[in-house]
């Protein structure tokens, strides 16, 4: 096998374990990995999150960011409220059910990833990074809209918002 195959087959078993990952918390949850994210932002940043600070934390933008809260505010999972300081600002806030789902959910997929790598020394890690910055770059996919956490979805940003 040349040394191109072996990369790419490298990257379809990456892709592989992501949707295959998406799919178990699907089944199980209900909720895509973006979704179980955000859940996971708001329990751990307490009851006051905007929509802005939700999606700094998240590191998807507002757009995304709301239309994820559209999905688990119909779900029951989350409720917005407009702030009573600052009429401009909603609040985020997670209701006994986005408590209770968040309990038994599983491990987002990065967070094992986060320890093996986090293991690794700094000049691994430097040469992980790089490597597929690069192949990224190959792949003329340094300019598509991507957040760290893992899930399979679509090129187009169309698609993405409707899968949310």
């Known amino acids: 096998m040349q040394s191109y195959e072996e990369v790419l087959v490298a990257i379809r078993q990456i892709i592989r374990s992501i949707d295959l990952h998406s799919r178990k918390l699907n089944k199980s949850t209900g909720l895509t990995g973006p979704q179980l994210v955000i859940l996971q932002a708001l329990e751990q940043g307490g009851e006051n999150h905007t929509i802005r600070e939700l999606s700094n934390s998240v590191n998807l933008s507002q757009a995304t960011v709301t239309t994820i809260l559209d999905r688990l505010?119909?779900?029951g999972l989350v409720v917005r409220q407009?702030?009573?300081?600052d009429k401009r600002k909603v609040h985020v806030?997670?209701?006994e059910?986005?408590?209770e789902l968040l309990t038994g959910s599983p491990k987002a997929l990065q967070?094992?990833?986060i320890a093996k790598f986090q293991s690794l020394e700094e000049w691994e890690q430097n040469l992980l990074l790089s490597s597929v910055q690069r192949?990224?770059?190959m792949m003329n996919a340094e300019k598509l809209d991507a957040s760290p956490y893992l899930e399979v979805s679509s090129i187009t940003p169309e698609d993405q918002v409707q899968k949310k």
């Open 111 to 113: 967070e094992e990833f």
């Open 135 to 137: 192949i990224a770059r």
């Open 97 to 99: 059910h986005g408590k």
């Open 73 to 75: 505010e119909s779900k």
């Open 93 to 95: 806030l997670l209701t």
């Open 82 to 85: 407009r702030s009573s300081v």
